[in-house]
């Protein structure tokens, strides 16, 4: 498959060896109010030249907390793979098999790689939902060379974090920092395995904070990245982000690059994100996702002028979901949200962000600009149900005893459907016992559409935390040779 332009590329940051460097400091760098010259070369070298900032301490305290996970794989062998394939070899993932093929044929175990970041003493280490999805085995390599089988304890693909497990006490940790705090321009290091290439440190500076760049897949995603010019490269996915104090200010995910290869743009889910879904999945098994029950967008100068807006910074509310949490607050379409919480917003991705880090049941204050008046809004959050009950973490494919895939391009076509969820594999569980063969392609579960897993995991959750009596999924689909079938998943079993 041959890559074209500019794309996105699943990955982490990269690697050089630990240095130290010059810094541009604030201090004297203003001119006095009666000083009206203007601030010359001269000056900046003379400022340059004042401060050191020494990495070594930073790369010290975090190097060590920086682990290699490798994971095996079931390769693909499905016609119309080719390009998910290639996607993936590219950037670590090498399962082959990308040729279209007649048939689906069984694949070899294939590895992948990428890094993960130690933060508990007990081996709690978080990684990329990506680095880990579909894994068979996981593999984790410590700086000590030590190699210990991990676990999944919870994956969150709205973010692309999960969080593995290995059996070990008195590990090195990196401590999270204050994502909020970082300031475009503030020096970042980024640690991690690129190439299988252990203990790799680099340097850059925060670019730009809350990134959306349109790499993740789900419907519910948050995407608000911190971007570096930090050197990444293939292997370092789930890779720490650190200040110079030595704090996990980002886990690593994504790259822009034409090559796959570092071209300078970096992408870091920030650790106040990351914490957030980290301490859910310990503690609840799954992500607590609030809604705000809002559909918005960013203003441009043509959605400005159309709608005759007052400002070009916010968030636009484009539709307001019934009995949402912005419904009842009294937001309304037509509405900026501008602030959350006395946080300032400036776009779509800084609002996601913000509502991301609370649970179903906070409650937050909204402050939105209508017409020329600024109002506050007091919103009280709620789950995808649209409750604010605990959300059970039981997983849908253990429930199930089935495997999932996305739906071949090709076959998608010729059965004319957008979207679904195919059954890679059916074992021992509630599928094979309602009657679910391999191959079936999910279409729309209790009248919902479905076209990932983790829109039938939320089908799952909202069944399982329903006060109904009988938990029942009702599956809507069609197999690839264009029978249409319908099946009850009893989950109560």
Known sequence: MKILGLFLAVIAVSAATTFTVNSLINKNLTKTSSDKSPFSFADFQTARSGVETDFTLAAERTVHAVVHVKVKVQARGMQGFGGMDDFFDFFGFPFGGGRPQQQQREMPMQEGSGSGVIISPDGYIVTNNHVIDGAKEIEVTLNDKRTFKAKLVGTDPTTDIALIKIDSKDLPTIPFGNSDALKVGEWVLAVGNPFNLTSTVTAGIVSAKARSIDILKSQMKIESFIQTDAAINPGNSGGALVNTDGQLVGINTAIASQTGTYAGYGFAVPSSIVQKVVTDIKEHGTVQRAVLGVKMGDINDKLAKDKNLKTLEGAYVSEVIKNGAAEKAGIEVGDIITAIDDTKIGSSAELQEQ????????KIKVTVLRGDKSLTKTAELKNIQGNTDIVSGVKGSELFGATFTDVDSQVAASLDIDGGLQVKSVGKGAFASAGVKEGFIILKVNNQPI?????????????????DKDKVLFLTGVYPNGRVTYYAVDLSK
């Open 355 to 362: 509502v991301g880090r609370h649970r179903p049941g906070d």
């Open 451 to 467: 076209s990932s897993e983790d829109d039938l995991q939320n089908a799952v959750n909202q069944v399982i935390n329903s006060s």
